[in-house]
């Protein structure tokens, strides 16, 4: 009981954990996006001429596109001209060793509960630290170089490994693909580049910590992670972000490839500053996640648990291309107060005996809305695709929202597609029962709830799936009772 | 006022011909034209119209043609449902024909007859009730109907009434026409009451007009209100139905859409529930060949607590068919207590049929049960097997196997001659 006490505490008393600024100078872009904006990101990093101009063409796209306005959520217009689309932390030296690190970063990431120190000797997790926008530090870099594993930031492999880069950036996500997408393709600041050569098995989990720190700048990173024949990999992304009054906004995009016989797990934690309790605040964050199954036998899955974010509104895909190969999208959206999540996957089923699989675990509370929203599409040349979904929803409280959207398009008879979704909320029943054993109607709830999103938990690795359940109560602090 | 939707233009000069009266249909025709002018015919890129392209149907430049067409047509090539004992409603083209027409229950205050008719007679229920429920701000369709419809069917069923006999109503569209027909009907019933009504679209040929129907029915409280709608005649129709209806306190109100046939057709099922206690069922089945495109789209608003509705709807799409089904359950956030289900099951039984479906929720109560199950797939093959084993031929197999799928609508009627009568329908199309 102890600790269950410790736990309410915890929750009760946090506000956002972990809001705080760290001090550090910053290289900033002028304020608004003009061609001279992504001109200057792209000379600022030293780009080559190919880069800069397919930025500039992902800007004269989003020129010509417009913001679109179907999702079920509502936010005030974002003025594009008052974001600050670069800021940098200044280039130091080149460091060799921890130790040359900024002590303020070190200390941000002590107060995010991951010190650095730890990180080093935490078997099995590499991090490359993006902060505002930029990779300070790359650990382990070395020892997945011996394995032939490329991990750096997005701006090292534009300079180390141009071929690999043209020719996959874009390949999955086209810069025109929708509005937010052009806008990250034009200004995006940095991210990270994973390639995983033929046969080879990433001994560790790939890991990225991606904190928003200057005011009013937009984080737009680009991941690109490829999977060549025969590879695995594990990624993990993890968000945090500093408290803010204004709402930043945040774009990114992730392109995943996965060659013959490749597989790729991908695990988001996702906690943005979700606002205030009455709303005001918060992280708008919009991304585009895509995956594509291109070879035979190739595996894609994502899993993410959302809890952060003022609005979440992102739609992690995978197109199933290649024969036999299988995609998963295993997700938990938690919204509280005034959050708005409109969320899912798509799953577009090209190849034939593609499989998919969407579990999707909704939970609203407080005066949030929240939105599964997903596509299963079984193309005409797709025997014997294979998809099953399942979205459940669950209410907290009588002044919150829960939607299910799903889109199914079949045109191939031998497809075999089955979804189902359930919406209510926790039983009386249940929660007597647990009041019985001497369990407190929060606790109860707790517990409810982490059994609830088992499913989707157990394909997280473990340090993550710990982290969330932790999340996961901080979250719905005070929604119950 | 803004500019007029470029597809709304030619509606819009002939709607100006129209002599305006001083009736309910003549006051509603002008703010429904007025939104018309503004929306004009859906596209694909609308939302609601993404699976279903109604506005190829009018790159032709259509026309209202219910005011130009005659009304005569040789009761042979009908199907007035002669097993039935029966009220029969028949319009042509949009308009009443009193020969083809026959009503054999009475009851004080029961009405069943011409719309066009008690319009102009100015009955009470037809003033209160007319054009209450239609959305014409945002139904293009809707609108449409409400500025030009001249004629339909008008039911009003007093308290404390049953009919005895159902209500067949029967629309038929004549051959050789270019254009669009717009009928409207109005189904009122008062408290504990009980109807059946049956309404049938009936396209004589190929090359027929566009029917755009719009029924409004009022559910009084306690009431009971069985409707079904039937399209079952060759391959044939183009055809849009908005069905909007509302039920009272502890009523219960059951849609049955059966579609054996139709070239393009859209069937739009808005309910609100505006009463405690109260249950809807919607049943519908769709089973295609050739290119037939059935979508139906079924809204069901929960605005009370402690009400239940269910929704059942399977297709069987054969050749280059389509079916599209697209529900949405609708829970406000004071209709706590609610139960609403939701299921569709399509079996594909050829490589080019299609099938689009999209269940929705948007539950804004939290002390709720709601769901919704999709799926789609084929004949499973050990099922076939099964049946072969037993002596069976293949054809036979898989008829019996669809058969029993699509039955499971059927069977759902209370309307025993009727459900007989369907079945048989069924079995020949299944065995053709």
């Known amino acids: 009981m102890a600790e269950e006490i410790d736990i309410i505490d915890q929750v009760t008393q946090s506000d956002y954990k972990y809001g705080f600024v760290t001090n550090v100078e910053s290289d900033n872009a002028k304020v608004g996006l003009s061609e001279d904006t992504v001109r200057f990101i792209s000379a600022k990093k030293n780009e080559p001429e190919w880069m800069l101009e397919w930025r500039l063409k992902a800007y004269k796209a989003w020129l010509q596109m417009t913001e679109p306005t179907w999702p079920n959520v509502h936010y005030p217009k ?109 200004v995006f600041s940095d991210g ?7 046969g080879t098995r990433c001994p560790m989990e790939l890991s990225t910590y991606f904190r928003i720190n200057e005011a009013n700048t937009g984080q737009f990173e680009r991941t690109l992670l490829i999977a060549d024949e025969g590879s695995y990999v594990s990624y993990l992304e993890g968000c945090t972000a500093p408290m803010r009054d204004e709402n930043q906004l945040h774009a990114a995009v992730v392109e995943l490839v996965a060659m013959d016989n490749a597989e790729i797990k991908y695990s988001t934690v996702q906690n943005w500053y979700p606002g205030n309790k009455e709303g005001k605040g918060g992280i708008y964050n919009f991304v585009t996640k895509r995956g594509i199954c291109q070879g035979i036998n190739s595996k894609i899955s994502w899993t993410q648990v959302e809890t952060g974010s003022a609005i979440t509104w992102k739609y992690p895909s995978v197109v199933l291309k290649g024969e036999n190969s299988i995609g998963e999208f295993y997700s938990v959206a938690v919204t509280n107060n005034y959050q708005q999540a409109d969320t899912g996957t798509k799953m577009i089923h090209i190849g034939k005996n593609t499989r998919s699989r969407i579990v999707s675990k909704g939970i609203s509370a407080g005066k949030s809305q929240n939105s599964y929203r997903g596509l299963v599409k079984v193309n005409p040349n797709a025997e014997n695709a294979y998809n099953f979904s399942q979205c459940d929803s669950l209410l907290i409280g009588d002044r919150c929202g829960a939607h299910t959207f799903p889109y199914l398009e079949v045109s191939n008879k031998s497809a075999k597609v089955e979804h189902e979704a359930t919406t209510s909320k926790i039983g009386e029943d249940i929660l007597f029962y647990c009041n019985q054993r001497g369990l407190s109607t929060e606790t109860a709830v707790q517990l409810i709830i982490n059994g609830y999103c088992k499913e989707v938990f157990q394909h997280l690795p473990m340090e993550f799936a710990a982290e969330a359940q932790k999340l996961l109560a901080v979250s719905l602090e005070g929604s119950v009772g | 006022m803004n500019a007029i939707h470029p597809t709304a233009q030619a509606f ?57 067409t005659s009304n005569t047509v040789d009761a042979n090539h009908l199907n007035l449902f002669p097993f039935l004992k029966a009220n029969r409603l028949v319009f042509v083209n949009g308009h009443f024909s009193p020969t083809l027409s026959d009503v054999i229950d009475a009851a004080e205050g029961l009405v069943i007859g011409s719309l066009a008719l008690y319009n102009e007679l100015g009955h009470m229920a037809l003033r209160d009730n007319y054009n209450t429920l239609a959305n014409n701000d945002k139904e293009a369709f809707s609108a449409l109907n409400t500025a030009f419809a001249q004629d339909g069917a008008f039911i009003y069923v007093p308290a404390k009434t049953e009919v005895a006999h159902p209500v067949i109503i029967v629309h038929v569209t004549t051959e050789g026409l270019q254009g669009v027909i717009n009928s409207r009907s109005l189904i009122v019933t008062g408290r504990s009451s009980r109807l059946d009504v049956i309404e049938s679209h009936q396209y004589l040929g190929n090359d027929t007009a566009l029917g755009n129907q719009l029924l409004e029915i009022v559910v009084g409280e306690n009431g009971l209100v069985n409707y079904h709608k039937i399209m079952t005649d060759g391959n044939i129709g183009k055809h849009v139905g908005n069905l909007v209806a509302k039920q009272g306190n502890d009523s219960r109100f059951n849609t049955y859409v059966v579609n054996l046939a139709g070239q393009l057709v859209r069937n739009n099922m808005v309910v609100d529930i505006d009463g405690k206690n109260s249950e809807a069922g919607f049943y519908g089945l769709y089973s295609l060949d050739g290119a037939s495109q059935v979508d139906n789209h079924v809204t069901v608003k929960h605005n009370e607590p402690h009400c239940e509705s269910h929704q059942l709807f399977k297709g069987l799409l054969d050749d280059k068919s389509t079916g599209v089904f697209n529900g949405r359950i609708f829970v406000k956030q004071d209709a706590q207590k609610t139960n609403a289900f939701q299921s569709n099951k399509t079996i594909l039984l050829s490589e080019q049929a299609n099938t689009y479906t999209k269940p929705q929720l948007e539950i804004f109560a939290d002390d709720v049960k709601c769901s919704h199950g999709a799926t789609m797939g084929q004949i499973d093959q050990t099922m076939v097997f099964y049946l072969r084993a037993r002596g069976l031929d293949e054809a036979q197999a898989r008829a019996m196997l669809n058969q029993a799928f699509a039955a499971d609508v059927i069977e759902k009627i209370t309307l025993e001659p009727l459900k007989e009568w369907l079945l048989n329908q069924l079995t020949q199309q299944l065995t053709r």
Not at chain 1, 79 to 100: F, G, H, T
Not at chain 1, 102 to 130: N, R, S, W
Request: hydrophobic fraction near 40%; proline fraction near 6%.
């Open chain 1, 78 to 186: 974002i003025d594009y001209q008052k974001i600050i689309y670069y800021a940098a932390p200044k280039p130091k030296k080149v460091l060799n060793s921890l130790d040359e690190v900024d002590p303020e970063i070190l200390e941000t990431f002590k107060k995010l509960g991951i010190p650095m120190e730890e990180q080093k000797i935490l078997a099995g997790v590499a991090v490359d630290v993006v902060m505002d926008s930029v990779s300070v530090k790359t650990t382990y870099k070395e020892k997945l170089k011996e394995l032939g594993i490329i991990f750096c930031s997005m701006s090292d492999a534009i300079k180390d490994y141009p071929e690999l880069v043209q020719k996959y950036i874009g390949s999955v996500v086209p810069v025109r693909d929708n509005y937010f997408a052009a806008l990250n393709s034009a």
């Open chain 1, 192 to 198: 990270s580049f994973c390639y995983i050569p033929k």
């Open chain 2, 12 to 68: 819009y000069e002939q709607w100006e011909q129209l002599e305006p009266t001083q009736t309910p249909m003549g006051i509603a025709r002008k703010p429904a034209m007025d939104s018309f002018a503004q929306l004009g015919i859906p596209t694909i890129r609308h939302e609601d119209w993404k699976y279903t392209n109604v506005a190829a149907q009018f790159k032709a430049g259509l026309t209202d043609i219910t005011n130009i």
